[in-house]
């Protein structure tokens, strides 16, 4: 009888440990997250997002793309607390303040845009986007010289060709002015 029970222990262990290891890790979850948005799956990429989230409630990096899927919807409120998540887990998420950057522009806080654009250079000043979108900022606010400028380099860096585009079309217009 004991050795039936000991036997069944073991097989209730490895059976947990089979499940367990079958699990998607964090990082897969994220990826499928990241493959919905590409294909515009945006209600699949969010619960990809919280199924990392739940497998690692560290993961800065899902924090941050639940938060720009959020943001893409026009879910402001949830985006705003899954990019303050991830800044919080790590301070130099560089993606996370350009992305909340563009979640102030959206709601027209234009200041607080700039502050979290100029954020995410400093952390890392060869991202390229964020001077792309520190320039559509200042365009909001009326700074034509530093939008022209910030788009200037962004032209020089990129390797994003529909961005390229866009840039060179806001600065024509911008030169046009």
Do not use: W
């Not at 790590?90 to 607080?112: M, S, T, V």
């Amino acid at each position: 009888m004991n050795q039936k029970r000991i036997f069944v222990s073991i097989l209730a262990i490895i059976s947990f440990l089979l499940l367990v290891s079958c699990s998607p890790s964090a990082e897969e979850y994220e990826k499928q997250g990241r493959d919905h948005v590409d294909a515009g799956e945006f209600e699949q990429a969010i619960e990809a997002f919280q199924n990392a989230i739940e497998a690692d409630p560290e993961y800065a990096d899902a924090y941050n793309n639940l938060g720009n899927t959020y943001r893409k919807t026009g879910q402001h409120d949830q985006a705003l607390a899954n990019l303050d998540k991830a800044i919080q887990l790590n301070p130099n998420h560089y993606k996370a303040y350009k992305n909340r950057g563009k979640l102030f522009a959206a709601q027209g806080e234009i200041d607080q845009a700039l502050a979290n654009f100029n954020q995410a250079i400093e952390i890392n000043p060869d991202y390229d986007q964020s001077y792309y979108d520190r320039a559509l900022a200042y365009i909001d606010l009326g700074n034509l010289k530093a939008a022209a400028a910030d788009l200037e380099f962004f032209l020089t860096v990129t390797d994003d060709d529909k961005l390229r585009e866009q840039a060179q079309e806001n600065l024509a217009e911008l030169q046009g002015r």
